[in-house]
């Protein structure tokens, strides 16, 4: 991590110095660190230098959008730590309670001396423009300017330059000092009002992205009415509700914690979760998440996690935990940005001196177009434009129930051309139905269901459960089952009575030479009608078989059309048979669809679509499918809500069991990708204009900081764009 999620700032430029990583702990403590005056890359920049030669201090972890630092360190380096942050001008809050830095929110300046140094900035100009008054009179105008509006500028550029960093600050600084050096006051004075206004303004326009993610914080009430042991019901706060504990909602109530519901009815809206648009309605059994609102009725639950372990709060974590990963063009610009920025800076120092000493050019002239380059020497815009862009796309497809591990499965996703996709439980419901059954010798009907429900019911496949529910609906009596064990991708097998069974699919058949050409035609026949086929057998002979369908969902239809309405490919990789997965493929309009796959096979069918030029993507469970999963480029699990596998090692949660959100995702996607470039065009197109300008002697300071702090607002704005989709 370590990275630049940066917000809130109005500051910006990364280090024009970079420091080699600081060496791994492997017994080092980590500890969380809340820093309120950090919320952009020129802190980041500053810290990462400071910490990053000292001893006894490793990894750094920067999570600018919540302002915490979490630092990997010896025992004894934390409070040398906190002394270097605290002599960089910022202070850092240990954590409370051993639960990780407190929330840091900046002390907000009052609004009168910014007004005070814009007012003082605009008479000095117009004394200036109009020549209304003694040159004294204008230094005294822009001194007010300055130092009503421009202390903090000064005082950071002063820590920067102590720390051989040439962040923002420090190039205004000069700049300004500059400006007056050479009798620019008027100037010297509105480049510094501008700076300082164009940072309130992006300062607040960059929050606009905090509060997108602090909204989900704010879904979960602080209260819940919790039955007590003598039966009496109490609000109470909802950190303090057990695990187990009963809880009453009302009628238009949210939900505080996730449960299992005990008792009543009704309809309970998850677009917070999942990002659902119609209610859904919940019986006894049900599962609740905390932060969804109970739309009608009034019902008991059962709290099965707590405040800080649901459902919402591990949606919150993984979104945080995303904000503070940079994302490929971001990793790209921030690389760019350390090469630009002394660069440039060696570039105004030679047009200040070589012009005047080699052609003859006026001192004054140079230095004043050497302090133009310097204004326009900040990568503001160009390090800011990618944070904010990448955050809102998080955050818009967070709000429609997709949980993005990271900003590089964000860009990754405008780049898919195949998805993947499994079917049990993802393309179809996973709960299919007994539909057929046959015994095929002449033994009793009711003994061989009853062997074959015995060994199902030790099973938790959707195969197999269909297999049990339909016995125990039918009153079949099952058996005790010994020596029982998973054959995977083939079935189970154990022993009931002494003797030994198998039950499993058309390949483990095959695998003990069972089948025979009569048999092979009667499964062919079922497969063909989209039918997945199990065989009891024992060690001799197949003794039964039994045939299941499952329902494909309803959306899955709806989804595929819309990828391939993107132009991405679907496939869908299952271990059921070829029959059965070329008739849900063709129900759903799956272009190819591969059958009587175990897990290694679906994992070299993703490894052999893998190239550099396409990204791949994979869809199922979390579970089952790990190794395709993890191999693919992106994995997508589906119906993660409440899943807490599922929602940890995805790269792309789907919170509901909706597979339409697939093509939302690839939209998302793209649009940030498309916003990401128009903000690097415009932040490299607008000082491009200026530094040629600059060379032509046809840009002033201040215009140089307008366009500069203009670009940056630019880009944010562009940015935030994204959270209104």
């Known amino acids: 991590m370590g990275e630049c999620t940066s917000k809130a700032c109005g500051c910006k430029a990364p280090p024009a110095v970079a420091t080699a990583p600081a060496p791994t702990l492997p017994d080092g403590i980590r ?39 979490t630092v990997t360190h010896a025992p004894d380096a934390l409070e040398a730590a906190i002394a270097a942050i605290r002599s960089l001008g910022m202070e850092a809050v240990l954590p409370q309670n051993g639960k990780g830095g407190e929330k840091a929110e900046p002390e907000r300046s009052p609004w009168w001396p910014l007004a005070l140094s814009g007012i003082a900035a605009t008479l000095a100009e117009m004394v200036n423009w109009l020549n209304g008054g003694p040159p004294v009179l204008e230094a005294l105008l822009a001194l007010v300017a300055v130092l009503a509006g421009g202390l903090p500028t000064y005082k950071k550029g002063w820590i920067a330059l102590r720390n051989r960093n040439l962040n923002m600050n420090a190039l205004m600084s000069i700049a300004v000092t500059g400006a007056f050096l050479i009798g620019q006051w008027p100037e010297g ?14 300062a607040k326009s960059l929050d606009r992205a905090r509060r997108a993610v602090r ?58 979760i999942t990002g659902e648009s119609l209610p ?73 001196v070589v012009p005047p000493l080699a052609l003859g050019t006026p001192w004054f002239d140079a230095i004043y177009r050497a302090l133009v380059l310097l204004v326009i020497a900040c990568p503001c815009a160009l390090v800011i434009s990618t944070p904010v862009t990448i955050v809102s796309g998080l955050a818009t497809a967070a709000r429609h129930g997709i949980l993005v591990k990271g900003g590089a499965y964000l860009e990754a996703g405008r780049q898919l051309t195949v998805i993947a996709l499994d079917k049990t439980g993802t393309l179809t419901h996973g709960k299919p139905e007994q539909t057929d059954f046959a015994s095929l010798t002449e033994s009793d009907e009711t003994r061989i269901r009853g062997i074959a429900a015995s060994l199902a019911g030790r099973s938790d496949h959707p195969v197999s459960q269909a297999l049990s529910r339909a016995a125990e609906a039918d009153g079949i009596p099952v058996r005790e089952v010994e020596e029982f064990a998973a054959i995977p991708g083939y079935g189970i097998r154990g022993q009931v009575d002494g003797r030994s069974y198998q039950l499993g699919n058309h390949r483990l058949a095959e695998a003990l030479h069972l089948c025979s050409p009569a048999l092979e035609a009667r499964l062919g026949e079922l497969e063909r009608q989209g039918k997945t086929v199990v065989l009891l057998m024992d060690n001799l002979r197949a003794l039964a078989l039994f045939a299941v369908a499952d329902t494909v969902r309803e959306t899955s239809r709806e989804a595929v059309a819309e990828l391939h309405a993107l132009h991405v490919k679907t496939l869908m990789l299952t271990g059921d048979n070829p029959h059965t997965a070329e008739a849900i493929a063709a129900q759903v309009g799956i272009d190819e669809a591969r059958g009587n796959l175990l897990p290694e096979s679906k994992l070299a069918a993703i490894k052999s679509l893998l190239s550099p030029a396409a990204k791949v993507g994979m869809v199922g469970d979390g579970i089952n499918d790990a ?26 949660a789907l919170m509901d069991d909706d597979l339409r959100k697939l093509a939302v995702f690839v939209r998302i996607a793209r649009s940030t990708a498309s916003v990401l470039r128009q903000n690097i065009a415009l932040a490299l197109g607008i000082k491009a204009v200026f530094i040629g300008l600059t060379f032509a002697g046809q840009a002033s300071m201040w215009m140089a900081v307008f366009a500069d702090m203009g670009a940056s607002l630019l880009v944010v704005f562009n940015g935030l764009r994204l959270l209104r989709k």
């Open 627 to 652: 190794p395709a999963l993890a191999q693919a480029d992106i994995g997508f699990a589906m119906g993660a809500a409440g899943t807490d596998t599922a929602i940890e090692t995805a790269d792309v």
């Open 31 to 69: 500890t969380t660190l809340a820093i309120a005056k950090m919320d952009c890359p020129t802190e980041e920049a500053l810290i990462r230098n400071k910490l990053g030669g000292m001893p006894g201090v490793g990894a750094l972890d920067f999570n600018l959008m919540q302002r915490t630092l």
């Open 280 to 352: 859904v309605e919940k019986a006894e059994g049900d599962p609740v998440f905390a932060g969804t609102i109970n739309e009608s009725g009034s019902f008991e639950y059962r709290v099965t996690a707590t405040a800080t372990h649901s459902t919402l709060a591990r949606i919150i974590h993984a979104v945080e935990a995303a904000q503070g990963s940079r994302a490929p063009t971001q990793r790209f610009v921030d690389q760019f940005a350390r090469i630009y920025t002394p660069v440039v800076f060696v570039i105004a120092i030679g047009m200040a």
């Open 189 to 202: 004075a509105m480049v510094m009002f501008l700076f300082a206004l164009a940072e309130v303004i992006e």
């Open 215 to 272: 909204g989900l914080m704010a879904l979960a009430p602080e209260t819940a009415t919790v039955r007590q042991a003598d039966g009496r019901w109490v609000e109470v706060a909802a950190a303090a509700a057990p695990l187990d504990a009963r809880v009453r909602v009302r009628p238009g109530e949210r939900i505080a914690l996730d449960g299992i519901l005990v008792s009543g009815r009704s309809a309970v809206n998850q677009a917070p």
